[in-house]
């Protein structure tokens, strides 16, 4: 099954909507300020929160917008 995710960075967010400039170690780009788009492969949704979680962690400021099914 198709999923789409939204995604966006909590860190990125509040240091550029500060007023500051985004300097990342982490190689977390300044585009995730706004929430970005992508989908992919799951066979459930249970799936598609893991792997979003893998891929975009809350421990580096990742916040999932909404995960759904794509038809």
Do not use: C
Request: a negative charge; zero cysteines.
């Amino acid at each position: 099954m198709l999923y789409q995710i939204g995604v966006y960075n909590r860190r990125v967010r509040d240091t550029l909507r500060s007023g500051d400039e985004w300097k990342s170690s982490t190689g977390i780009s300044e585009v995730f300020e706004d929430i970005n788009y992508f989908e992919f492969q799951a066979t459930s949704m249970e799936e598609a929160e893991k792997r979003a979680e893998k891929d975009y962690p809350k421990r580096l400021g990742f916040v999932l917008e909404f995960i759904r099914t794509v038809k």
